[in-house]
């Protein structure tokens, strides 16, 4: 069968894509060792099938079982001190940085971009808080941080902004949805990327928290359909972990003034905005 066959009857995505559920099953049932088999399967061969065939989406899909298998070894988010973050997340620098160097996406696909940050900023907060408070209903974790000291906070706020946030709306969105996407279509690049958004979230063993966020990687994908910016969306999705890991549970009257006043400011903006577009001024640059 030739390459273009198999493009077009999406064979070449059917295996990763089937294998990365399997192993993220085989983990929310608690069978680890079989779930790091089944994902260093799929990696050897994501490696090999971009060695013999020039196709990004394997670059793309060999992200998930590459990511899995850098923390696989460590607990599940409950256990997790704060400073562990940076050592499961630091690593994919390495393979998103590869993946620009070698031109598999041009900037502007992923979203490196600090055009609209601002306009769009108000947006990713609300957005965020009000995503970490539904997840906060489905998980119910404890705070994260030892104090509500400034630096206990900014901590907190950093690593959830720099490195979860980033790491994985790159992974997730910048990377796969575009590939998906590019080959799905609009609609199904983004359900499946969503999808498996939340599958790679089995590791809490709730079958609502997958539901859950694979709405929440829905409305991250749709915020990158608006923004085109991985700022935008690292923002919100550290927002939505520091929503959920410090200020719903230990500060959760606030979260409705919190998202209702960013709210409120983003249509403020997007309405002078629509003014001001109409004289040639734009606030998105």
Do not use: C
């Not at 069978?31 to 065939?53: G, K, T």
């Not at 900037?107 to 900023?121: D, N, P, Q, Y």
């Not at 957005?127 to 489905?138: D, H, K, P, R, S």
């Amino acid at each position: 069968m030739r390459m273009e066959e198999i493009s077009k009857y999406n064979l070449d995505l059917i295996l990763p894509v089937l294998l990365v559920v399997l192993a993220e099953l085989l983990i929310f049932l608690g069978h680890m060792q079989a779930a790091l088999a089944v994902h260093s399967i799929n990696l050897i061969l994501l490696i090999l099938s971009s060695a013999y065939i020039e196709n990004r989406i394997f670059p793309a899909l060999m992200l998930m079982p590459l990511f899995r298998l850098l923390n696989i070894a460590m607990p599940v988010f409950f256990q997790l001190t704060l400073y562990s973050y940076p050592l499961v997340y630091a690593p994919m620098f390495l393979p998103i940085y590869l993946l620009l160097k070698e031109r598999m996406f041009s900037w502007s696909e992923v979203g490196i971009t600090a055009k609209g940050f601002g306009f769009f900023l108000p947006l990713a907060l609300a957005v965020g808080f009000a995503l970490g408070w539904g997840e906060y209903q489905v998980l119910h974790p404890s705070v994260l941080v030892p104090d509500f000291s400034l630096r206990s906070v900014l901590t907190l706020s950093l690593t959830m902004i720099l490195f979860v946030g980033l790491v994985e709306e790159f992974v997730f969105r910048s990377a796969l949805q575009t590939v998906m996407e590019e080959r799905m279509g609009s609609i199904m690049g983004l359900v499946i990327a969503s999808v498996l958004f939340g599958f790679m979230h089995s590791g809490y063993h709730l079958p609502l928290e997958l539901l859950y966020v694979s709405f929440a990687g829905v409305v991250f994908g749709l915020l990158f359909w608006v923004t085109k910016s991985l700022p935008v969306i690292a923002l919100a999705h550290g927002i939505t972990n520091i929503s959920l890991f410090l200020v719903t549970p230990a500060f959760s009257d606030l979260i409705i003034y919190i998202v209702g006043i960013s709210g409120i400011i983003f249509v403020i903006i997007a309405s002078f905005h629509k003014r001001l577009s109409g004289k040639g001024i734009s606030l998105r640059n």
